[in-house]
């Protein structure tokens, strides 16, 4: 069972990024799926930082997009991603000195974080998109 089926409702209307949150779900579903099955090797771990990295890229895209159409809360959109990107960098590295496997808390964490993101922040982005026009402009 996947512990983020991906809903209609996570799409904010603008291709690249919806493509890029499919995968970031998938992520967080190959890490719950190895939690489940106690899976604590490498390839795990490797999951998590394939995880941060990918975060980084996505919302690296998704500040590019928001400045190409002049979104006006952009400042305030990249300071939330800096904050969930330190606090995920927080986890692992706790997680690297200390051990510890990755627990339900992280778990929690990742599908709260992903989803509030996506419904709260993300989705005011598609509708600011939808409002200028920017996403038929851009072929999205």
């Known amino acids: 069972m996947e512990l983020i089926p991906w809903r209609k409702e ?10 890029q949150h499919k995968v970031l779900v998938g992520f967080i579903n190959k890490l719950a799926e190895a ?7 490498l390839l795990f771990k490797e999951t998590l930082f394939g995880l941060v990295e990918y975060t980084k890229v996505h919302f690296a895209t998704e500040e ?4 190409q159409m002049r979104y006006p809360k952009l400042a305030e959109h990249k300071a939330q991603h800096q904050i969930l990107i330190k606090q995920v960098i927080n986890i692992i590295q706790n997680v690297a000195e200390n051990h510890n496997f990755i627990n339900d808390d992280l778990m929690l964490f990742l599908r709260n974080w992903l989803v509030h993101h996506v419904l709260g922040h993300d989705k005011l982005v598609g ?3 939808r409002k200028i026009h920017w996403d038929k402009q851009h072929g999205q």
């Open 127 to 129: 509708e600011y998109s």
């Open 35 to 41: 939690k489940n099955v106690n899976d604590q090797s």
């Open 64 to 67: 590019g997009i928001m400045a």
């Open 10 to 19: 996570f799409e904010i209307g603008i291709n690249a990024i919806d493509e």
